[in-house]
């Protein structure tokens, strides 16, 4: 056996030293822009994420709810492939048909309808603002608007008529078609707009901007027309069946996949990566994984995976280390890999993007993660905690809280992820079936988590994630450094 000197580690026995903090190092200016896909030196990936997070592949945590909502925040979902190959294919047609801007035409609400009937559309279609019309048809007299922000005011009176809450259309700012995006942006922000109202020449409500849609285009002044592009969404394969789920997902419009299992160092993945760069020319781009080392990300690298993801039994519910006794600490695998992955870049000039999954607990961990060399994280417990998973939310003892369950549990039945051959079943448990405690809305969490990355980053005196992975100085902790971390020799206030 060869026995490495290296002791496996995990984030939590690190810290960042601050770097110089400049004056133009502030919240503001940090950029969280991360390549998702490999690209060539000097070219753009042909997806870039505007913040790192992608949600883990789980029955428990990427439906097409939760990934709308992830992909309207600047990140993205990988639809759960532990499902049959139509409903997956389903779900990701779901978040591409998905238009925040535009109005439903089959929303079907009139002034005489309840706020209950407004919440129900929200939470059908996502759509944060909902026009009213006449007639309750997108061809109808637009009447006025009920944004979600009216329904949560109005939280207690769900039976009460929507023209109680309407603003009434002859007191909105309202743009119009052909005007620009700088235009659109001068109303929002001087009327203090969440969304602004686009009109036809017949007065006809044709869709909303976001303030959110223009701040993703501020530098470039498009016709408002380009603003509602498609929502970014990924879906999870296995190496059995994907003859027939790739075909499928991709007709279903998915922008990337990723092949998911528990140890992606194998022969399967190599076959399956081969297969779908040569049915598609190499147009459809496919991630795999996991590896922990640079072993598995130079086989990976050379099969043609357009990402590769680190992780084996760091996750929240996995007990593959105590199954099976496999895996590596996330921190050092993940040191590890990124070190190949960037003399792989030196030698090729092909940067092959990498992702930390699984294990991450605190915010101060994505940030080391970050450092270190991932380009972008993939979480479940994080996001499982959310109004927008698609599990049940329930109440414990006197708390709220949200199932969440491993794809090795026997709950998920995921026996693909953990195949080895033989026969088609789930042989033994590498997952655990449990509860995380509820969080509230994504959009929140998700506002102070990156409030406090980009915070850090402007400690260690870096103003995008390139700059952060190659300034950072990290160091290990004793275990008596890490008491000293948290409150301490006082008594704690309830
Ligand atoms: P975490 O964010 O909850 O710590 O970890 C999520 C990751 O754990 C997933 O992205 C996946 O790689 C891994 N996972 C999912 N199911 C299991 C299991 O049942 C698992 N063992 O390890």
Redesign the pocket.
Known sequence: ALFTDEVSRTFGEYLLIPGLTTKQCIPENVSLKTPLVKFEKGQKPFIELNIPFVS???QSVSDSGLAIALARNGGLSFIFGSQPISSQAEMVRKVKNFKAGFVTSDSNLTPEHTLEDVLNLIKRTGHSTIGVTEDGTSNGKLLGIVTSRDYRISHDSKDSRIKDFMTPFSKLTVGKVGMTLSEANQLIWEHKLNALPIIDQDQKLVYFVFRKDYDSHKENPYELSDVHKKLLVGAGINTRDYKERVPALVEAGADVLCIDS?DGYSEWQKETLTWIKQEYKGKVLVGAG?VVDKDGFYYLAEAGADFIKV?IG???????REQKGIGRGQATALIDVAAARNEYAQRTNTYIPICS????VHDYHMVLALAMGADFL?????FARFDESPTRKLTVGNRFVKEYW????NR?KNWQRYDMGGTESLKFE??VDSYVPYAGKMKDNLNITLGKIKATMCSCGAVSLPELQNTAKITLVSSTSIVEGGAHDVILKE
């Open positions: 883990a592949i789980m528990s996991n992780g760091g996750g929240s519910i996995c007990i593959t999954d699984g294990g991450l993939m979480m479940g417990r994080y491993g794809e090795g549990s998920a590498e997952g």
